[in-house]
């Protein structure tokens, strides 16, 4: 994609620097002047943790779709991650996947996925970021408020506080379009209340699901017939998973996920067991001996959280609010950084539609409630199993009779993983959101589950008798 024509001349800012607030800096410089990002963190000059993204400890999944659009906006990064050392995964082959249905078969799928840690992917996109001459960072910056217009009707710039290589400062920062990507921890509805606008509702579930993770070197006389594992929890009945992939100089990333509250899975001991006591103990087995590179890390996310932007009757122009800042998930689905993406590539797309007309009139709404319709199937998925665990919190309704059908026939799809591979295929091409969810409802799929259905129904009948 190549930088464009200028929207207006104008300035537009993006407030936080994780990867939605990167790949808006990115969209943003092909219709504007300049674009500047702030971020209270500072960007490292090799890949490597900040405190900026806690989560960068624990395993991170970026899905197909998403590969697609990061390679689109910056070309030639995936060969860029590779050479940072991050291990190709055919998804059929090279992946031990157990469901609460048992270990999928495995197959030479050609469905390839890339594992590394996430500071590479963070530190590449801004490397790139940088390259460009009317993008700029603010960095030790935070901002305050939203700065309103005379009238009251747009969004002209925002308060900001920094405290960097120049000093401590108070400043106003004018602007043509602000564009909150600044997480889940977002005051954006604060600072809409601040200038006589409604804040957005909010839904909130939670499984209250807690991660740990550790690296490790992999022995050199590790010798399986597999790279990574993937453990799934089956709620109610069991509320842990477990995951390890290979990562970059020869480590693997280990982690445990649960629901169990308090510190638990911080101690040496503690964490094994946790491993050990897994459904099937293959990850214990292969870290039990192997050198531990750093110290346990844990991380407790907020859950699900979903802002209705696209439901307020007033909102300022020239400012929306993406990622993040408007759906979070809980992480285990793998689903965040892939929806913000998408978010982006929609917002580019109101901006192309809206640019003949030479303002920024109507992009707010506009954006916000396509915005809401690409969160709306992943939000879905997220909360319906999120709703299994029986700590569940913010469930405020009953499943209706197609969502409990729909539940039970997806749990007929899982089964089949073990025993067809095409249905696992496909199931891999929904998940990474290269296909939508009706692609599960093909009739060869349906025929499958029929199928299956009448072989327990018989095996169940002949074994009463």
Same mark, same amino acid.
């Given at each position: 994609?190549?930088?464009?024509?200028?929207?207006?001349?104008?300035?537009?800012?993006?407030?936080?620097?994780?990867?939605?607030?990167?790949?808006?800096?990115?969209?943003?410089?092909?219709?504007?002047?300049?674009?500047?990002?702030?971020?209270?963190?500072?960007?490292?000059?090799?890949?490597?943790?900040?405190?900026?993204?806690?989560?960068?400890?624990?395993?991170?999944?970026?899905?197909?779709?998403?590969?697609?659009?990061?390679?689109?906006?910056?070309?030639?990064?995936?060969?860029?991650?590779?050479?940072?050392?991050?291990?190709?995964?055919?998804?059929?082959?090279?992946?031990?996947?157990?469901?609460?249905?048992?270990?999928?078969?495995?197959?030479?799928?050609?469905?390839?996925?890339?594992?590394?840690?996430?500071?590479?992917?963070?530190?590449?996109?801004?490397?790139?970021?940088?390259?460009?001459?009317?993008?700029?960072?603010?960095?030790?910056?935070?901002?305050?408020?939203?700065?309103?217009?005379?009238?009251?009707?747009?969004?002209?710039?925002?308060?900001?506080?920094?405290?960097?290589?120049? &000093?401590?400062?108070?400043?106003?920062?004018?602007?043509?379009?602000?564009?909150?990507?600044?997480?889940?921890?977002?005051?954006?509805?604060?600072?809409? %209340?601040?200038?006589?606008?409604?804040?957005?509702?909010?839904?909130?579930?939670?499984?209250?699901?807690?991660?740990?993770?550790?690296?490790?070197?992999?022995?050199?006389?590790?010798?399986?017939?597999?790279?990574?594992?993937?453990?799934?929890?089956?709620?109610?009945?069991?509320?842990?998973?477990?995951?390890?992939?290979?990562?970059?100089?020869?480590?693997?990333?280990?982690?445990?996920?649960?629901?169990?509250?308090?510190?638990?899975?911080?101690?040496?001991?503690?964490?094994?067991? %946790?491993?050990?006591?897994?459904?099937?103990?293959?990850?214990?087995?292969?870290?039990?001996?192997?050198?531990?590179?750093?110290?346990?890390?844990?991380?407790?996310?907020?859950?699900?959280?979903?802002?209705?932007?696209?439901?307020?009757?007033?909102?300022?122009?020239?400012?929306?609010?993406?990622?993040?800042?408007?759906?979070?998930?809980?992480?285990?689905?793998?689903?965040?950084?892939?929806?913000?993406?998408?978010?982006?590539?929609?917002?580019?797309?109101?901006?192309?539609?809206?640019?003949?007309?030479?303002?920024?009139? &109507?992009?707010?709404?506009?954006?916000?409630?396509?915005?809401?319709?690409?969160?709306?199937?992943?939000?879905?998925?997220?909360?319906?199993?999120?709703?299994?665990?029986?700590?569940?919190?913010?469930?405020?309704?009953?499943?209706?009779?197609?969502?409990?059908?729909?539940?039970?026939?997806? %749990?007929?799809?899982?089964?089949?993983?073990?025993?067809?591979?095409?249905?696992?295929?496909?199931?891999?091409?929904?998940?990474?959101?290269?296909?939508?969810?009706?692609?599960?409802?093909?009739?060869?799929?349906?025929?499958?589950?029929?199928?299956?259905?009448?072989?327990?129904?018989?095996?169940?009948?002949? %074994?009463?008798?």
């Amino acid at each position: 994609m190549e930088t464009g024509e200028s929207f207006n001349n104008g300035h537009a800012v993006v407030i936080g620097g994780s990867i939605a607030g990167l790949l808006a800096g990115r969209v943003l410089i092909n219709h504007f002047d300049k674009v500047s990002i702030i971020e209270r963190d500072y960007f490292p000059e090799t890949p490597a943790e900040r405190k900026g993204i806690p989560q960068s400890t624990q395993l991170h999944i970026l899905l197909t779709r998403g590969q697609q659009i990061l390679e689109d906006l910056f070309p030639g990064l995936r060969d860029e991650i590779i050479a940072q050392g991050a291990v190709v995964l055919d998804m059929g082959r090279d992946v031990e996947w157990l469901s609460p249905f048992g270990w999928a078969k495995r197959f030479d799928s050609g469905f390839e996925a890339l594992s590394f840690t996430r500071p590479i992917l963070d530190w590449l996109i801004h490397h790139r970021l940088q390259a460009f001459a009317n993008l700029h960072f603010i960095e030790g910056g935070y901002v305050t408020g939203l700065i309103n217009s005379a009238d009251g009707t747009r969004v002209k710039g925002v308060k900001i506080k920094t405290n960097n290589q120049v &000093g401590k400062q108070e400043v106003d920062l004018d602007a043509d379009l602000v564009v909150d990507a600044s997480g889940y921890g977002s005051y954006a509805g604060k600072w809409l %209340n601040a200038i006589g606008y409604m804040a957005p509702e909010e839904t909130f579930i939670t499984a209250q699901i807690g991660y740990a993770s550790r690296l490790y070197e992999i022995p050199s006389d590790f010798d399986a017939d597999w790279k990574g594992v993937y453990m799934q929890a089956a709620p109610p009945e069991r509320t842990s998973m477990g995951v390890l992939y290979p990562v970059e100089k020869n480590r693997w990333v280990v982690g445990v996920c649960d629901t169990t509250p308090g510190n638990r899975l911080i101690d040496e001991s503690e964490f094994l067991e %946790n491993l050990r006591t897994l459904p099937s103990p293959i990850i214990y087995e292969a870290v039990k001996t192997a050198k531990p590179l750093t110290p346990i890390r844990r991380f407790q996310p907020p859950g699900n959280t979903l802002r209705h932007y696209e439901a307020l009757k007033q909102l300022p122009e020239c400012f929306v609010a993406l990622g993040d800042s408007v759906c979070s998930f809980t992480p285990i689905y793998g689903q965040g950084m892939t929806v913000a993406a998408l978010g982006v590539l929609q917002l580019e797309e109101c901006l192309i539609e809206i640019k003949a007309s030479g303002t920024l009139n &109507g992009l707010t709404a506009k954006f916000q409630k396509r915005l809401a319709k690409i969160n709306a199937s992943p939000w879905i998925a997220a909360t319906s199993q999120d709703a299994k665990y029986p700590s569940v919190k913010g469930i405020t309704k009953q499943p209706t009779g197609a969502e409990k059908f729909i539940g039970w026939y997806m %749990n007929q799809v899982m089964k089949l993983t073990t025993k067809n591979t095409q249905t696992t295929l496909t199931l891999f091409e929904v998940f990474h959101m290269l296909k939508s969810a009706g692609a599960l409802f093909r009739p060869q799929i349906i025929l499958q589950v029929l199928k299956q259905v009448l072989t327990e129904r018989s095996d169940k009948i002949s %074994n009463q008798s």
